[in-house]
């Protein structure tokens, strides 16, 4: 394969992060070479699909009106966050702007976000739904819109000071002055990757408004999944690992409950229910917490039997420990039951969380993740060097 030569004079990496979108790439090239005609613009498409649509970037390249590159990822870390945050790394241009891949993104605004991004009291051009004549008219159906809505009010009100000048904290349609960003704080973990970028760093933000359109070809990627995803990644954002400690611990009283109530059910005594319900909770707690809460210390200390172990233990013991303690708190001090469970669990979760924190996953001394667990950090280190081709 021949290597198309690369533009000196750009200064604006469009990066757009595929997945299954080859029907809309020759479009997507076409416009947004039309619309940026001597702006000093290149194409990075990071493609994370299944599908041929790297091979139709390289196809269409040759004949496309700015340069165009592609990088394809074997093994996608961090979701649509984690494909842009490698165009980002693998970009040389001061400015980038992202964008989908199925044309519900305007090219035809690119020159508008370009032009503010490169005025010098900005670090942020957001092309926002909910600002001046623009619309969210592109979504499918009266629950995406509503869903959004939802979810983007719930994000403006968790970071009233970060987003207050951002109306739509949500899209995935902006320009961004690359110093104005530290790439090692960013833990793409999602979809959302604007919000994690504005909700790290102090940002000087304007907006365009912009309607967000239908998709050319394919389908949407939207799913429970992605719902799923992005509330962790709020939850992240906001509270840091002890959130999502929480979330699981959570999850893991409503599973003791059903499983105590399905073991009774089937005519088990209920002390036997219990215990059995406590145990599995513990078990299943471990493994949730090894995947999703101390997921980048994993690897800095113990084994995985030792960590195990460990909680295992602790969590056992902890709950023998509360049982007579509210006991006391029910019997000698005539605490009501259920304000005496509150107080036992609130007081059970802190433990937890700071054994767990500082003793099952405590990282080796001198380790640059010492670093990362005082910031709440959600994954581990920078991710590989991408694997980039000139098409």
Request: proline share 6%; with cysteine.
């Amino acid at each position: 394969m021949t290597a198309t030569p690369e533009r000196n004079d750009a200064r604006v990496t469009v990066i757009v992060p595929t997945f299954n979108e080859a029907p809309n790439v020759a479009e997507l090239v076409r416009r947004v070479g039309e619309a940026t005609r001597g702006l000093g613009v290149e194409l990075l498409f990071v493609d994370d699909s299944s599908d041929d649509t790297a091979d139709v970037v390289r196809a269409v390249a040759p004949t496309a009106e700015l340069p165009v590159r592609v990088i394809h990822r074997d093994e996608p870390e961090g979701g649509l966050g984690g494909a842009v945050l490698e165009g980002v790394r693998a970009s040389t241009t001061p400015y980038f702007l992202v964008m989908d891949g199925d044309l519900q993104h305007p090219p035809e605004l690119i020159p508008s976000l370009v032009k503010r991004v490169q005025e010098p009291d900005v670090d942020v051009v957001v092309a926002s739904r909910y600002t001046g004549d623009g619309s969210s008219a592109g979504l499918s159906g009266v629950v995406r819109h509503a869903v959004s809505s939802a979810s983007t009010a719930v994000t403006r009100a968790m970071f009233p000071v970060r987003l207050r000048d951002c109306s739509d904290p949500m899209t995935g349609f902006f320009a961004v002055r690359k110093a104005a960003v530290d790439l090692e704080t960013l833990r793409p973990r999602g979809f959302k990757i604007l919000l994690e970028i504005l909700a790290r760093h102090p940002m000087r933000v304007v907006e365009v408004p912009f309607v967000f359109g239908s998709r050319f070809a394919g389908e949407s990627k939207a799913n429970l999944a992605q719902g799923v995803h992005f509330m962790w990644q709020l939850a992240g954002l906001r509270f840091g690992r002890m959130s999502r400690f929480a979330i699981i611990g959570g999850m893991g009283a409503v599973a003791n409950v059903a499983i105590v109530a399905l073991l009774t059910w089937l005519g088990a005594p209920w002390l036997l229910a219990a215990l059995v319900a406590a145990e599995l909770t513990i078990v299943g707690n471990f493994l949730l917490q090894e995947r999703f809460v101390f997921r980048d210390l994993r690897h800095e200390g113990k084994g995985v039997w030792a960590r195990f172990g460990q909680s295992f233990t602790f969590n056992n013991v902890e709950t023998l420990i509360r049982m007579p303690v509210m006991a006391l708190l029910v019997e000698t001090m005539h605490v009501a039951a259920v304000l005496a469970t509150a107080i036992t669990i609130a007081i059970a979760f802190v433990v937890r969380f700071t054994f767990h924190s500082r003793v099952v996953y405590r990282p080796r001394e001198s380790s640059r993740r010492e670093l990362l667990v005082e910031r709440e950090a959600e994954q581990a280190g920078p991710p590989p060097a991408p694997r980039t081709e000139s098409v």
